[in-house]
C-alpha cells in the first residue's frame, strides 16, 4: 500500500524498510513475512534495503505480531500527479484484489456475529476458507501503471484506501470540480458485499468503508482515453469506465451499488 501511495504522486518507489515486533521471534512465522514482503518488493520493482526486528515480551502476548514499514521514492520534475484535471476527464477504475486492509474491525465483528470461525468455508465459496479470501494481498499497481505516468497519459491516481471513494477521490481534483460516478459500471466481489449487507450499513457508508471492488481510480483525458484503453487491453488487464469530471458543486453517484 505504501507504493500505491507512491504512484498517486507520479512517483517511482526506490526501496522499501520493514519493523517487525513480536513477544519471541518465531522463525517458520518471520519466514513467511520476509516472503510476502520480498515478493511484494519484486511487484513493485523496488529493493527491501533492511529491516529491524523487536522482541518484547511484556508488550505482545503469545502470537501477537506488529508489522509495520515505509517506502522510499522518487520524482521526476514534471511527471507529478495529480496534473492538468480537467472538466469532462474521465474516471477509470482498476478492480482491487479483496479487502486491501480496510474495514477489518467490521469483519471480524461480522464473522464473530454469524458464529463463523476463520478455518469456516466462506459464505459465497465453499471451496475456499474465509481466512484465505480475507489474507488475499493487496493488489500493487506500481508495474502496469508507470508507464503511463511517464508517458503522460494518466492526469491523476487516486488509491481507494481507508475513506473508500467518497473520501479519496475529491483529494486529488480541483476545488471547482468534483465527480460523477456510475455505480454500475462494476461488479462488487461477493464477500464483500455480503459482508455489506450483513453489516446493513448503507450505501453512503459502504462507499466510506470498503473500497467497494476499485482499488485505485485513474482521471484520463478524452484525448488519452484510446491509448490507455489499448495499453491495458495489450497487457490484458481489467478496467472500468465508471464516471466523469464534472463541474457541479457536489459529487454524486448514480445507480445501485448492491
Known amino acids: 500500500m505504501c507504493v500505491n501511495d507512491l504512484i498517486c504522486e507520479g512517483a517511482k518507489p526506490l526501496f522499501f524498510l520493514d519493523y517487525y515486533a513480536t513477544s519471541k521471534l518465531k522463525i517458520s512465522s518471520s519466514i513467511k ?39 522510499v521514492g522518487a520524482l521526476e520534475r514534471g511527471h507529478n500527479l495529480p496534473t492538468q484535471i480537467n472538466y469532462n476527464d474521465l474516471l477509470v477504475g482498476l478492480p482491487s484484489s479483496g479487502f486491501h486492509s480496510n474495514g477489518y474491525s ?66 486529488i481534483l480541483p476545488k471547482n470540480l468534483s465527480f460523477k460516478i456510475d455505480l454500475e459500471k462494476w461488479e462488487m466481489p461477493k464477500l464483500m458485499s455480503w459482508i455489506i449487507k450483513k453489516s446493513k450499513m448503507s450505501e453512503a457508508e459502504a462507499l466510506k468503508t470498503f473500497n467497494c471492488g476499485l482499488g485505485m481510480i485513474c482521471v484520463v483525458s478524452k ?36
Open 33 to 71: 513475512i520476509i516472503d510476502g514482503i520480498i515478493e511484494g518488493c519484486k511487484q513493485a520493482e523496488c529493493a527491501l534495503l533492511g529491516g529491524e526486528t523487536a522482541e518484547m515480551p511484556d508488550l505482545y502476548s503469545k502470537n501477537d505480531f506488529d508489522l509495520a514499514g515505509f517506502a
Open 106 to 171: 467490521l469483519i471480524r465483528k461480522i464473522i464473530k456475529n454469524e458464529n463463523l470461525k476463520w478455518d469456516s468455508p466462506s459464505p459465497i465459496n465453499k471451496n475456499i476458507l474465509i481466512k484465505e479470501e480475507l489474507l488475499i494481498p493487496t493488489k500493487i499497481y506500481q508495474k502496469i501503471l508507470s508507464p503511463l505516468v511517464a508517458n503522460k497519459i494518466i492526469s491523476g491516481l487516486s488509491h481507494i484506501t481507508g475513506g473508500g471513494i467518497t473520501e479519496n477521490l475529491p483529494r
Open 223 to 258: 484525448n488519452n482515453i484510446q491509448t490507455f484503453k489499448n495499453y491495458f487491453n495489450n497487457k490484458n488487464e481489467p478496467f472500468y469506465l465508471i464516471g466523469e469530471i464534472t463541474n457541479s458543486k457536489s459529487n454524486s453517484y448514480k445507480g445501485n451499488l448492491f
